[in-house]
C-alpha cells in the first residue's frame, strides 16, 4: 500500500517534470513593410490578405503542434505565401527593369548556426526551399544566378519558366515606375513596390529556432542588384541560445545596420528584450533614412513585430494556439 | 608689450589645441590567413611577400600623411595587392571549378555607414574600385554578376577579358584539387588554396575610418558560390564610432557568425577592446570548424590583427609612421 502511494507520488512528479520541460511552440510570418494605407484597400484584398497569412500561418503551426522541426514549419509557410500572388515573391514576385524576376531567399537553422541563401535565382519554383538545400547539400551557403540554378536543377527541385513568377499587377506596377522615369527612391510608387517580402520564424517543440525570408526584391531594380534577403545577418538570423528574425524593408538600409543580427546582438550582449531590441535596429534604419519591419520570435516564445512603415501584413500563433493578424499599424 | 605677450600666449594656446585635435591616422592591412609554414617557403617568395605587403602599406600609409581620405588609402592600397599575383584577389585569383576567375569585393565608409559590394564579377580589372562605385554611383549596396559588370562597364571602370586574372600558379592548385577529385574541404590542398583574400581598414587625419575587401573567393568553387566578402558584415564592416574591420578565412563561417559585424558589436555593446572582441569572434568561428582571420583598427588608431590558422599576410603603419610587416605566428 505504502509502495503504492510513493509509486503514485513519484509518477506524479515525473509528469510534472515532464510538463515543464516541454518546450513552447510559436510562429510568426511577415508579408512584407510597407505604406500600405487602410482606405486604399478594397474589402476584398484586406480580406484576401487576412486570410492567406492565417492560412500560411496556420500550416506552421500544425507542423510545429504535430512534433515536427521547425525547419519545416518555417519553409511550408513561406510556401504558401511564395504561391500566392499577394506577396512579393515566388509567384506574384516584382520584376526588374528588364520585365523579368530575379528571387533572393535565406534560410538560418538556429541549433547549429548553419545557413543557406540563394540570390538572383529566376526559375526555382520555391526559393526558401533552394536556400536550404543550399544549406543541406552543398558545403557553401551562398550561391548566385545561373550557378544557384543549375545548383538547385541538379539536386531536382522544381524548375518553372520565369514566365511563372509574373503577374499583370507586376507588370503594371513596373509600367508605372518606368512610365514616372524614376527619379527619385523616395517616389511613392517606388515605395509601395518595394516591399512585400515574405518571412518566417519558428520555434519547435525541440527548442529550436529557425528563420527564413523569400521576395523578388525591389521592382525595377536593375545591375543584378541584391538586396538584404540572401545576406545572412541582414534579413535572416537565428540562434537558439536568443532568438530568431526575418526581416522586410528598404534592403540597403538593412544590409548596412546589419539589422537581423544587431537585434540578436543588443538581446545577447546588452540582455534586452527582442521588442527593446527591434525598436533599436529599427530606428537606427531609420536614422540613415530607410525603413521596413523586423518579425522576432526569442527562445521563449516570445513574439515581436515591429516596423516604422505605415503597415506590415504580419500574423503569429503563440503557445496557447492563439492567432493574431494584422494589417495596419494598430 | 603686455597685448604682444598674450597674443603670443593665446597662439601657443591655439597651435597647442590644434595639435590637440589633430586625429590619429593609421592603416593596417591583410593578403589573406592560411595554412603557409615557415619551412614550406622560399626565401626569395618570402621576401616576395614581405616587399609587396609594404608597399601596398605605405601607399596608403602616404595618402592618410597628406590628408588623403582614408577611402582613398584603402582603394588604393588594396589595387597593389589585386595588381599583385601573390595574392587571391584581381591577377592572381583563384579560380572556380570551370577555370575561371570570379571576384568580389567590398567597401564600407565608416562616417555615414553606407557601403558597396560587387558578386560573382568576371572581368573588372579592380573589384574594390566597382565596390566603391556601387556605393557611391547607384542607390544600391550589393550589384552581382552580368549585372554589376555591365555597371562597371556603364561608369568606366577598367575593364579586362577573364584571362588578365588567370595566372599559371592558380592553374596549378586548380588541377591538382581536381586530381584529388576533392572530397574533403578539410583536404589540405583546399586548405591552403582557400585563402589569400585581401583586405584594408585605414583611419584618416578627419576621424574617418574605411574598411575595404576584396578576393577570388574559393579554388573549384562552383554553382556561382559567394563567401562572406561581399556580405557587409561578415567580410567588411566600420563605424566612425566603432572600428573598422577586414577579415579572411574560410567564407562560410564568417558569414554565419556575421563576424565583422560581430567585433562592432562587442566593442560597441560589451565595451570590449578589439583585440578581445577579434579573438571572441573568432574563437565562434572556430567552434563551428572555420577558421581564417582579421584585422581591425578602432578610432584611436589601435591595431589588432589576428588570426586562428598558421599564419596571416599583414602589416600596419601606426600613428608614429612605425612599419609592421608579418606572416607566420609570431
Known amino acids: 500500500m505504502i509502495r503504492n502511494i510513493i509509486f503514485i507520488f513519484l509518477s506524479i512528479i515525473f509528469l510534472g517534470c515532464q510538463e515543464q520541460s516541454q518546450n513552447k511552440i510559436a510562429i510568426v510570418i511577415h508579408g512584407g513593410a510597407g505604406t500600405m494605407q487602410k482606405e486604399n484597400m478594397t474589402p476584398e484584398l484586406e480580406q484576401a490578405y487576412l486570410l492567406k497569412l ?71 519554383k520555391n526559393p526558401i526551399s533552394a536556400a536550404i538545400a543550399v544549406m543541406e547539400k552543398s558545403p557553401y551557403v551562398l550561391l548566385s544566378s545561373k550557378g544557384a540554378e543549375e545548383f538547385a536543377s541538379d539536386i531536382g527541385l522544381e524548375i518553372v519558366p520565369n514566365s511563372y513568377f509574373i503577374t499583370e499587377r507586376r507588370q503594371n506596377q513596373l509600367k508605372n515606375i518606368q512610365d514616372k522615369n524614376e527619379v527619385s527612391f523616395y517616389d511613392s510608387y517606388i515605395k509601395e513596390s518595394k516591399y512585400g517580402t515574405v518571412g518566417c520564424v519558428a520555434l519547435d517543440i525541440n527548442g529550436n529556432i529557425s528563420a527564413g525570408t523569400s521576395t523578388g526584391g525591389r521592382s525595377n531594380k536593375k545591375w543584378g542588384r541584391l538586396g538584404d534577403v540572401p545576406v545572412i545577418g541582414a534579413g535572416t538570423y537565428a540562434d537558439n541560445q536568443c532568438c530568431g528574425i526575418s526581416a522586410t524593408g528598404w534592403g540597403e538600409f538593412f544590409i548596412r545596420n546589419v539589422v537581423s543580427y544587431d537585434i540578436a546582438a543588443l538581446v545577447n550582449y546588452k540582455k534586452l528584450n527582442i521588442k527593446e531590441a527591434s525598436r533599436i535596429a529599427l530606428n537606427k534604419v531609420k536614422d540613415l533614412g530607410g525603413d521596413g519591419g523586423v518579425i522576432v520570435l526569442d527562445k521563449n516564445g516570445d513574439v515581436s513585430m515591429d516596423f516604422n512603415t505605415a503597415g506590415m501584413y504580419r500574423a503569429y500563433i503563440n503557445n496557447e494556439g492563439e492567432l493574431t493578424v494584422k494589417i495596419y499599424n494598430d
Open 54 to 124: 492565417e492560412e500560411a500561418v496556420r500550416v506552421g503551426y500544425d507542423i510545429l503542434k504535430d512534433g515536427g522541426s521547425s525547419k519545416e514549419a518555417v519553409e511550408k509557410t513561406i510556401h504558401i505565401m511564395e504561391n500566392s500572388p499577394l506577396f512579393n515573391a515566388g509567384h506574384g514576385a516584382v520584376l526588374t527593369s528588364d520585365g523579368t524576376a530575379e528571387l533572393d531567399a535565406s534560410f538560418m537553422d538556429g541549433e547549429t548556426l548553419n545557413a543557406g541563401a540563394v540570390a538572383g535565382i529566376t526559375n526555382v
